[in-house]
């Protein structure tokens, strides 16, 4: 193979660039490519290829491989991947737009289909952004235990949705716009307590409508893990761990909880044991997970979870009423 046929660094790094801002896949490459070239990897077993991120793997079949057959390859495999969106000869002729190789008479008017087809739909798409993301629940969620010395990815998160925009007592607001697992568009309330005894006696008020209910504590302070205590306790005489349905009058459902324990570095000792968790966990019928204080953390996936519950428990008790309703009407008919 002559290396001139190779890709060069550059075209490389425009390659890799490429794929990830289209979210190519690198499964495809791990199955079909690396796994099949037993003479490039003879030494590896195939669990490491899967190991091996995106660019190793772009860069490996780079050196083994020449720029048509990589282009070849990879136009075959966004065509699956995009299906009725673009043909495979307007994939051919983009990668090699991005490789800097020069087009055939035929590319280009590929790429000249691709764009009319793209100015067509350019309205369409750019305003989607506003009504795509309405919503089609709005919850309440009550945070409580969170601090300052807890993971900043936290707080980055919420900070970018604040809208405190009176400086309430007490309580701090967030709004966000969530995708739960089965595709519903959900804006969440946040609501971040205080756990400042100072202002505990305002706590009840900001109780009222909760949907659900986030509980973080240190592992290692007792004290953090007796407040979070507290206020199960506040929020249970207020609440009874039940949610009042708007849609249907004088229905409820349980309440979602996630009890969230952060761990720091710390003597083995001084952690709050496990089975004391486990056994509150168990008593207020919440869902507990950890993290740790050195990572960042993504506190969607505890909101998206929290926020798929919630709304599988609205939605089954509405099925139950209904039924109800629909065989009184029936009963009375007759």
């Known amino acids: ?42 030494e590896k077993e195939p669990y490491q290829n899967s190991l091996l991120s995106l660019e190793e793997i772009i860069d490996q079949i780079a050196h083994h491989y020449d720029i048509n057959w990589i282009i070849s390859y990879l136009s075959s495999q966004i065509y699956e991947q995009y299906e009725k969106t673009i043909s495979q000869g307007q994939v051919q002729a ?18 000249h289909e691709l764009r009319k087809k793209v100015q067509k739909y350019e309205i369409f798409i750019s305003n989607f952004g506003e009504w795509g993301k309405q919503y089609d629940f709005s919850l309440k969620i009550i945070m409580f235990g969170l601090n300052r010395d807890h993971p900043d990815e936290m707080f980055y998160l919420l900070n970018r949705k604040h809208v405190d925009d009176h ?46 209910v986030v509980l973080f504590f240190d592992k290692s302070e007792r004290e953090s893990y007796e407040n979070v205590k507290k206020f199960i306790s506040e929020l249970k005489e207020q609440t009874d761990f039940m949610v009042n349905l708007k849609k249907l009058e004088n229905q409820q459902i349980k309440m979602p909880l996630a009890l969230v324990g952060i761990e720091k570095p710390t003597p083995e000792s ?22 740790s ?34 065989y009184k009407q029936k009963y009375k008919s007759k």
């Open 167 to 212: 400086n309430t007592i007490g309580v701090d607001f967030y709004t966000y716009i969530i995708e739960t697992i089965d595709k519903s568009m959900v804006q969440l309330q946040l609501w971040n307590v205080s756990n400042d005894e100072r202002f505990a006696f305002l706590r009840k008020q900001y109780m009222r409508g909760v949907n659900g």
């Open 293 to 326: 204080s050195k990572d960042d953390y993504n506190l969607s996936e505890i909101l998206r979870e929290l926020s798929y519950e919630l709304i599988t428990r609205f939605k089954e008790k509405y099925k139950v009423v209904k039924h109800r309703e629909s």
């Open 94 to 111: 983009i990668l090699k737009r991005i490789l800097s190789i020069p087009l055939t008479s035929t590319e280009r008017s590929q790429l």
């Open 1 to 42: 193979m002559l290396e001139k046929d190779l890709l060069t660094d550059e075209q490389l790094d425009k390659l890799i660039k490429f794929l990830k801002q289209i979210k190519y896949s690198k499964i495809n490459l791990v199955d079909d490519v690396l796994e099949s070239t037993i003479d490039i990897y003879p």
């Open 270 to 291: 001084n952690l709050i044991p496990m089975d004391e968790i486990y056994s509150l966990t168990k008593e207020i019928g919440a869902k507990y997970s950890e993290i």
